[in-house]
């Protein structure tokens, strides 16, 4: 396939991930029974910003205007996805980029986001018979060119053990922060919330971590958070927010709640589920050198930051551990 055959047919599957056919309104239905993570509501917030900002047809012709070359790719590597399955489609942008650039995708997919997957891939052969030999799902993989791996602090050194010797992408865990004032207004605080509650805190772009200047008011953030104690309903969140909330009495810990998550001081950046860890701070710039030296950080929101609410509507060149993939599978070719 040329290049702008690939880049119609991404398109074209916009369009359908957009239509909301019966068909696919029953595939959706059907990931959220497998992954009751899965709510419909963060599989829409999913597709519509995939739709929005990865199969934007402007986006896309400026990446292939500035990543792929004049001619064909005449040397389609093989490349070995391993995709993770933490929030609906998140090892698509690892796909589009792949076939964008005209290698071949040998894909290990998640347990936990299988039917979603495996039905966006089947959908771009359908629509050109030409695109089957772009994709192979596999249960191992092997022999492969290049390989991108996305998992966890855990499986991420198994990852390095086994595709050391090739080139490789290799992604652990990550999380986000947000850097308050105090000055923030209702709406920026209801805006934060999405970027802490969406997908239930899952993702490497949720905030799990506030820093707050001392003296910070609670309560406005408590009561902005409002809007999402709907998911205390959910009975996998709730059964996280009340586990939680059980070791902190145990211990005697201070918290603070407003039914829906729990606020806990704690200088660690990671939170558990249906936890949001904070910390005071005295000078801000103290946090910024933290944003530059710590690797755990995904990205942060706040005050000459990512704006509130924002965290989970990454753009096309918007990279997971800010590494490109788009350039490192371009550079594939040359050597």
């Known amino acids: 396939m040329k290049a702008q055959q690939r880049l119609d047919l991404l398109i074209q599957l916009g369009k359908y991930m957009s239509e909301g056919s019966p068909e696919w309104l029953e595939v959706k239905h059907r990931a959220f029974l497998e992954n009751n993570w899965f709510i419909p509501e963060f599989i829409d917030l999913s597709v519509q910003n995939i739709i929005k900002d990865f199969l934007n047809e402007e986006k896309l012709g400026e990446v292939m205007r500035t990543y792929l070359p004049a001619e064909e790719n005449a040397h389609p590597r093989k ?38 997957m495996k039905h966006v891939v089947n959908k771009l052969i359908e629509r050109d018979e030409n695109a089957a030999a772009y994709f192979n799902i596999q249960t191992l993989l092997k022999n492969c060119d290049a ?17 050391n010797k090739y080139p490789c992408i290799i992604r652990s865990n990550r999380t986000s922060i947000a850097v308050l004032t105090g000055n923030e207004t209702e709406r920026e605080l209801e805006a934060l919330a999405d970027d802490v509650y969406q997908y239930f805190g899952l993702g490497c772009r949720n905030v799990s971590k506030l820093f707050v200047p001392e003296g910070y008011h609670f309560l406005p953030l408590l009561e902005a958070f409002r809007k999402y104690n709907w998911l205390a309903q959910h009975h996998k969140f ?22 829906s998550i729990l606020l806990i001081e704690d200088p660690a950046v990671f939170s558990p589920i249906g936890q949001l860890n904070y910390e005071f701070y005295q000078n801000v710039e103290d946090v910024n050198k933290l944003l530059v030296h710590n690797n755990n950080i995904q990205c942060a929101v706040g005050k000459n930051h990512l704006p509130f609410g924002s965290a989970q509507k990454p753009g096309l060149c918007d990279f997971a551990d800010g590494v490109d993939p788009f350039a490192f599978l371009v550079g594939l070719e040359k050597n």
């Open 79 to 116: 490349i070995g996805i391993v995709m993770a399955g933490n929030i609906p489609l998140v090892g698509f942008h690892d796909l589009l980029a792949v076939f964008l650039t005209g290698n071949i995708a040998y894909i290990k997919l998640s347990s936990k986001d299988e039917v979603l």
């Open 147 to 163: 390989y991108i791996a996305t998992g966890s602090n855990t499986s991420s050194p198994y990852f390095e053990y086994y595709f």
């Open 238 to 259: 709730k059964n996280n927010y009340d586990y939680n909330l059980a070791i902190h009495l145990l211990n005697h810990k201070y918290y603070m709640t407003n039914e």
